[in-house]
């Protein structure tokens, strides 16, 4: 006879099978909205009333759900009650991974980069390898042993491992640090979707979304974010395999992307040999190169060039007037005069990023690497060459370390998993995060690919007159995103005049490949929910960083549970105000902020934590050596190749260049062998002497 179940096991069986249900229930509702939303586009519902359909009720149902969650108990707000069944844990927290970087801009840098990149730009699959192998380290070295102290948010490891008050102040400050990097990103590309969805402005698009962010995580805290994030993953899934999907059955006649899209590499290569021998295109070299020439002039003397432009500028507007040119030419002739810089340091800043960028346009296929390039150079090739390839491969390496690391180390993943019901359910939940992350990071590759084709054999040799109208209004949005301009002026668009931004490729897929607006629709809202779900779990953090790590930790404060929580929450609003206005300056693309953010936490957190964990001779002052070197010398290379610093402090205060060839955001590669062998000399240096034992005295 099968022993009867206990009441504890027969209880998860039964809410088990309830969770089931209503994600059933939820899959089938998302499906036979996308089915309705398609009969209406077909029924001739507009465009302008499906993008804000796609918005408001995503955020909605997303809203819904949080405020059903809401909840005071602490231990509800901080780990949900620590009894998410790890399927659902996976689930979330492949949801809370999958952020608009991954999301919106991975397949872009794929695209852009090819495999390995450039010698400036390691490739998109650094970023694949890196945040897959990530996740063994997550479950090897970290999730489980931190589950089994039953702890509340990462900093708490180092106040219960280390003792003390700065193990902890340190933490949680470096915990505000990366995680302040990575959500202001994640509100970027909130922004971004959400102005593309409705038409508004890119601001009033930042504003939108941040109330669905509010909703979510204010009321009910990680309990809430983890049913949202559930919520999410399933539309996110849907936008980005929906669209592969459609891509290689038009291309390759199979919906599986993934086993077919290698086809396509060989087609690509192809292509490329054809644009590098095209007159053509060689034409658009020279004219880019003309164009970086001139504004290499202009720098030679810039107030004398500053004034003959606004000259120049003058006189055609007074020519216009005496002709009684359009009145439309006139305006459009005051603009430019009115955009011209005010002054020569704002002439010199703008002219050089324009030389720079025209530089790096009159390079073959637009200064895009070949598709299929193992490495930028050639390991045989000239000493520039060889050069080339060296930095190119070991950027690839770095950035890969980087990112593998910092997933290790991030301060919103791991609390993810201390919501879960055991400490084996903690390594099962990463198992299923691994899972559901792999479902969209292989196709990532494919989409690239598809998306590369697509432009190469259908988009390249239109007229300009027969453009379509999504790449009007895709440069409307954001000019840095898409630009098409005729540099040779044969009204035939090549390749070379075509850019696209990384965070566009993936969004403009749906009307890239001709498929239905709805899909467009679906698309947005599945990166809405990327970025949602990640900023959803990076806002937490911060919060209880500040509120529950150093507010209520620094002194002993009167406060209740309740209290704490309540406090915390309007932590988590102030903050998301602040990050949303730095977002609407538009300080970076997306992937180079979230990659800053793997280097920052991989180099405060990781070494200190691994050695706290599995050497028992780690110090109190060997933790915090460790932090604050690791932490620092990741920041200090990080900050020494940003423009506006280079240009504020003297040149000996900064960084000399690039260390090695490697990129300022693979700062980690620095950062986590300083934090390693600074915490082991300061715990060796500091380890208390043994305890001396008194002779016996024999009697």
Request: net charge positive; with cysteine; proline share 6%.
């Amino acid at each position: 006879m099968a022993e009867p179940q206990s009441p504890a096991a027969a209880d998860e069986r039964g809410y088990a099978r309830r969770l089931h249900r209503i994600l059933a229930f939820y899959v089938v509702g998302v499906l036979a909205f996308l089915a309705l939303m398609a009969w209406a586009e077909q029924q001739g519902l507009s465009r302008h009333w499906l993008g804000p359909i796609f918005l408001f009720l995503s955020v909605m149902v997303y809203a819904a759900i949080g405020v059903y969650g809401r909840t005071s108990d602490p231990l509800e707000y901080y780990v949900a009650g620590r009894r998410i069944p790890p399927m659902y844990n996976g689930m979330a927290a492949a949801a809370d991974w999958m952020s608009a970087a991954s999301f919106i801009s991975l397949s872009g840098a794929l695209y852009l980069q090819g495999y390995s990149g450039t010698p400036q730009h390691a490739g998109g699959l650094a970023y694949l390898l890196g945040w897959t192998g990530g996740f063994c380290l997550v479950a090897i070295l970290v999730a489980p042993h931190l589950r089994a102290m039953g702890l509340y948010t990462v900093p708490d490891f180092f106040h219960v491992r280390f003792g003390g008050t700065w193990p902890r102040v340190i933490a949680a400050l470096a915990a505000v640090v990366c995680s302040s990097t990575y959500v202001v990103a994640q509100i970027y590309g909130i922004g971004l979707i959400a102005s593309r969805l409705t038409g508004v402005q890119f601001e009033i698009g930042i504003m939108l979304g941040l109330g669905g962010v509010l909703l979510c995580s204010f009321l009910g805290g990680m309990r809430a974010i983890t049913w949202t994030q559930v919520a999410q993953y399933v539309m996110l899934l849907l936008a980005f395999l929906i669209p592969v999907s459609w891509l290689a059955y038009k291309q390759l006649g199979s919906p599986i992307a993934v086993m077919v899209y290698g086809k396509q590499i060989g087609k690509i290569s192809d292509l490329e040999a054809g644009l590098l021998a095209s007159p053509q295109e060689q034409q658009v070299v020279q004219a880019y190169l003309h164009r970086a020439q001139d504004y290499e002039a202009r720098l030679g003397d810039v107030d004398k060039a500053l004034e003959r432009e606004r000259s120049d500028m003058q006189e055609r507007i007074r020519r216009l007037r005496t002709q009684n040119a359009d009145v439309g030419l006139i305006v459009a002739a005051s603009r430019e005069l009115a955009a011209l810089p005010r002054n020569a340091a704002a002439a010199r800043a703008l002219w050089e990023g324009k030389m720079l960028e025209n530089y790096a346009r009159a390079l073959p296929l637009g200064g895009l690497p070949p598709h299929a390039q193992p490495y930028a150079g050639d390991p045989d090739g000239t000493p520039e060459m060889q050069a080339a390839f060296t930095n190119s491969r070991r950027n690839f390496l770095a950035l890969m370390f980087c990112l593998m690391v910092g997933t290790a180390g991030l301060p919103h993943l791991l609390t993810r998993y201390y919501t879960s019901p055991t400490v084996a359910g903690a390594r099962r939940s990463v198992a299923w995060t691994l899972f559901f992350v792999a479902l969209l990071y292989l196709s990532a590759p494919a989409l690239a690919v598809l998306v590369k084709f697509e432009v190469m054999n259908n988009l390249v040799g239109s007229h300009f007159d027969a453009l379509p109208n999504w790449m009007a209004q895709w440069a409307r949005v954001d000019a840095s995103l898409l630009s098409v301009e005729d540099m040779n002026g044969d009204g035939i668009v090549q390749f070379g005049e075509i850019r696209l931004g990384a965070d566009l490729i993936m969004l403009a897929t749906p009307e890239l490949g001709g498929l239905p607006y709805v899909v467009s629709g679906l698309v947005a809202a599945g990166g809405l929910a990327a970025a949602l779900s990640t900023a959803d779990g990076l806002l937490l953090t911060i919060s209880n960083a500040l509120v529950r790590d150093l507010y209520f930790r620094a002194r002993p404060r009167g406060a209740s549970p309740e209290q704490r929580v309540i406090l915390t929450k309007f932590a988590l609003l102030a903050v998301a105000l602040i990050a949303s206005f730095i977002a609407a300056l538009k300080p970076a693309d997306i992937l180079p902020l979230v990659s800053a953010s793997f280097s920052l936490a991989a180099s405060a957190f990781v070494p200190v934590m691994v050695l706290g964990i599995f050497w028992r001779g780690t110090t109190r002052q060997g933790a915090v050596a460790g932090m604050l070197s690791g932490l620092g010398v990741a920041v200090y290379y990080l900050l020494s190749h940003v423009p506006t610093l280079q240009a504020t402090f003297p040149s000996w205060l900064l960084a000399d260049g690039l260390w090695f060839g490697i990129q300022p955001v693979s700062a980690g590669v620095f950062g986590v062998p300083v934090g390693v062998l600074a915490a082991v000399l300061v715990s060796w240096a500091t380890r208390p002497a043994p305890a001396r034992v008194p002779p016996q005295t024999e009697m």
